[in-house]
């Protein structure tokens, strides 16, 4: 089975500083013949479904603020948010494909508060 | 808008079925795949499968297997999950949600349906 892991579990940051949250899968999410990395990151806020940040590992989503960034290839990604904001309070997960056979796995998730 | 909107809330009987529904608006509906993910409570994001609203096809999470049957009505843009022979440990919020296939990620969420799972 793939495992995903995140680290930290949860992380306090004051507000306008850097929160950096790290995920490694057990195989390597890039494809050769594409050389795409697929590799997604959510954020979920309390009551809410998860929203689309990141796809391809690294390409924010349309509407998505610049403070959030993605970076890695193969096993090993990070998401950072470059200036913390109040709303940016919620648990992030990162959410990997694999294509044989077809299945999706999700991290356990990164909870991010204010410091 | 681009959207999907699912069923109420349910409560079941350890050993029931339930059948949730996702109806899509302001797309394509055969263009994109569902999958279902479900979120027992104070827990993170479990995948359960995918179907194609192109043609049926679907993939289910190993551990799913046997109990769970995913479908679609294209003639209302709707796709359903029925899981079967419910135990406690079903007790979740289930969200369908769109699948991009390009990206390989889930672009549109549904509300969440909570399904309670209590003798």
């Known amino acids: 089975d793939i495992v995903m892991t995140q680290s930290p579990d949860s992380l306090a940051v004051s507000l306008g500083e850097r929160a950096t949250i790290n995920c490694k899968s057990s195989q390597s999410v890039l494809y050769s013949s594409n050389n795409k990395n697929y590799l997604a990151w959510y954020q979920q806020k309390p009551g809410q479904p998860p929203k689309l940040l990141i796809y391809?590992?690294?390409t924010r989503e349309s509407g998505v603020p610049d403070r959030f960034s993605g970076s890695g290839s193969g096993t090993d990604f990070t998401l950072t948010i470059s200036s913390l904001q109040a709303e940016d309070v919620a648990v992030y997960y990162c959410?990997?494909?694999?294509?044989?056979?077809?299945?999706?796995?999700f991290g356990p998730g990164t909870k991010v508060d204010i410091k | 808008q681009v959207q999907l909107v699912q069923s109420g809330a349910e409560v079941k009987k350890p050993g029931a079925s339930v059948k949730v529904s996702c109806k899509a608006s302001g797309y394509t509906f055969t263009s994109y795949g569902i999958s279902w993910v479900r979120q027992a409570p104070g827990q993170g994001l479990e995948w359960m499968g995918w179907?194609?609203?192109?043609?049926?096809?679907?993939n289910y999470a190993q551990k799913l297997q046997g109990r769970v049957t995913m479908t679609t009505d294209t003639s209302t843009s709707t796709a359903y999950m029925e899981l079967r022979s419910l135990r406690s440990d079903d007790t979740a919020v289930y969200y369908c949600?769109?699948?991009?296939?390009?990206?390989?990620?889930?672009?549109?969420w549904g509300q969440g349906t909570m399904v309670t799972v209590s003798s």
């Open positions: 179907i194609s609203a192109y043609n049926g096809n679907t």
């Open positions: 391809w590992a690294s």
């Open positions: 959410q990997q494909y694999y294509s044989t056979p077809p299945l999706f796995t």
């Open positions: 949600a769109r699948e991009r296939e390009e990206l390989r990620a889930f672009d549109i």
